[in-house]
């Protein structure tokens, strides 16, 4: 790849120009891509799990249907990010077969349990809370069928981050027992939320070159920062305690508009957690492998159909 091309796609990505599938694109922002949108949808499909746990015990009829609801979008939108990958030269198996060797990432927040249905609750209000904050932005990714992706992820997203307030809000007005179960919710989620938008910037190995790209619009310290600044005020307003003793409030952080500085984070698990280290990391992964096999069936037919199709069409 010689300079001028280089100098030319850049000036492309400096004028907010959107780049397509066919457009002539520097190979690393390509397999940066392919990277990031793979992982995405891998989440997508992995995040599926902790929650689909608690839909046979959902407390309420309206509870179960909205919760079924939120874990099916969740597979439309792992399908809809495993298409915008499929247009830049990768095929959906390939995407598989990593995720299931364990070649490929999915965020490190769906290697925690799910243990009591608050955890659902805190689920939809932290950590899709937490997706919105990272995924808007990436409705002004520089490619453009990511882009278009995300526009509709993040209005569902949405809905499933109220979905969750509201039943934390519930659990808040109830007994003492169930304000119990939400806080101690809260208290195991907390931190892996904050761990969700990756490592600091100064050990951020892409967030560099993703953002000259504008594949990433804010770097992951300033995301995490919105969060926490958007976050607390509603954990004081439910009535809730964030787990973080050294949390204080520190006028000058934000350009001097204040916000919540935070203690520190244990990186230490985020990598564990990462490298496959976490509670429910082969949990995951055999229920995805079993998911695969027993879908073969499926996939054989499919594949028979359509050659049967063609030879009919042939004749
Ligand atoms: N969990 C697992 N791996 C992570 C996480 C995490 N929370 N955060 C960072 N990493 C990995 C990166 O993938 C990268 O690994 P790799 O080089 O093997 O690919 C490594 O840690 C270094 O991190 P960064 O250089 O900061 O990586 P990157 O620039 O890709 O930023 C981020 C990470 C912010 C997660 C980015 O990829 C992103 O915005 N992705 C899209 C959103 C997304 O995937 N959300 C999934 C969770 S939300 C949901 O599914 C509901």
Avoid at 17 to 28: L, N, R, S, V, Y
Wanted: hydrophobic fraction near 40%; charged fraction near 25%; proline fraction near 4%.
């Amino acid at each position: 790849e010689d300079a001028a091309f280089l100098a030319a796609f850049q000036a492309r990505i400096d004028a907010e120009e959107k780049i397509e599938p066919k457009d002539a694109m520097p190979e690393g922002y390509r397999r940066t891509l392919v990277r990031q949108i793979g992982q995405h949808a891998h989440s997508e499909i992995v995040g599926m799990l902790p929650e689909g746990n608690w839909i046979t015990r959902a407390p309420s009829l309206r509870r179960k249907a909205a919760l079924l609801a939120k874990v099916q979008d969740e597979g439309g939108h792992g399908l809809y990010l495993y298409s915008a990958a499929e247009t830049l030269g990768v095929s959906r198996e390939q995407m598989t077969e990593e995720l299931l060797s364990g070649k490929a990432k999915y965020s490190s927040i769906f290697n925690y349990p799910t243990l009591s249905w608050a955890d659902i609750g805190i689920i939809g209000w932290l950590v899709d809370g937490a997706a919105i904050m990272n995924q808007i932005p990436l409705c002004r990714c520089s490619f453009g069928p990511y882009a278009r992706a995300m526009i509709r992820v993040c209005k569902e997203e949405s809905f499933h981050q109220r979905q969750g307030y509201e039943i934390v809000m519930t659990l808040m007005r109830g007994t003492e027992a169930q304000k119990a179960m939400a806080q101690d919710a809260l208290d195991r989620w907390w931190w892996p939320a904050l761990m969700m938008f990756g490592p600091h910037d100064s050990e951020s190995a892409h967030s560099e070159q993703s953002m000259a790209w504008k594949i990433k619009r804010f770097s992951n310290d300033a995301l995490r920062q919105k969060f926490i600044d958007a976050t607390v005020p509603q954990a004081e307003f439910l009535g809730l305690k964030v787990p973080d003793p050294d949390m204080v409030w520190d006028a000058g952080l934000n350009d001097g508009q204040g916000g919540y500085r935070h203690g520190p984070i244990d990186w230490d698990e985020f990598w564990r957690v990462v490298k496959g280290g976490g509670v429910m990391n082969r949990d995951r992964i055999r229920a995805r492998r079993k998911a695969w096999e027993d879908g073969a069936w499926v996939r054989e037919a499919a594949r028979a159909h359509a050659l049967k199709r063609a030879a009919r069409k042939v004749a």
